[in-house]
């Protein structure tokens, strides 16, 4: 079983930054990948960040270039650096990580404002 925690939302002024964390515990050596997605109102979720073992990053082409995803291993934790904020990145933020199963964090919330 793994557990997921994250932390960092809030409101931020467009061309603003966030960072966003996601704390792992429980089985965590299993993970082999993690990810954070979003979801606006109405919107279907979307993944706009993973990382794989090895350090593979890929990126959702809206945030290419804005948002960066990084892992502590030592901390087992994962981070999403978003700078350049749009309005449009207003979502409900959550984290994931894939070991054996996806798992899921509670969700954090992002408000741009313009």
């Known amino acids: 079983q793994v557990q997921l925690v994250e932390s960092g939302g809030g409101l931020v002024q467009a061309g603003g930054s966030l960072r966003l964390s996601c704390a792992a515990s429980g089985t965590t050596f299993s993970i082999h990948a993690m990810g954070w997605w979003r979801q606006a109102p109405g919107q279907q979720r979307e993944l706009v960040a993973a990382?794989?073992?090895?350090?593979?990053?890929s990126y959702a082409a809206s945030v290419k270039g804005r948002f960066t995803i990084s892992r502590d291993n030592a901390k087992n934790t994962v981070y999403l650096q978003m700078n350049s904020l749009k309005p449009e990145d207003t979502a409900v933020y959550y984290c994931?990580?894939?070991?054996?199963?996806?798992?899921w964090g509670q969700g954090t919330q992002v408000t741009v404002s313009s």
């Open positions: 994931s990580a894939t070991s054996g199963r996806l798992y």
């Open positions: 990382w794989t073992t090895g350090d593979i990053t």
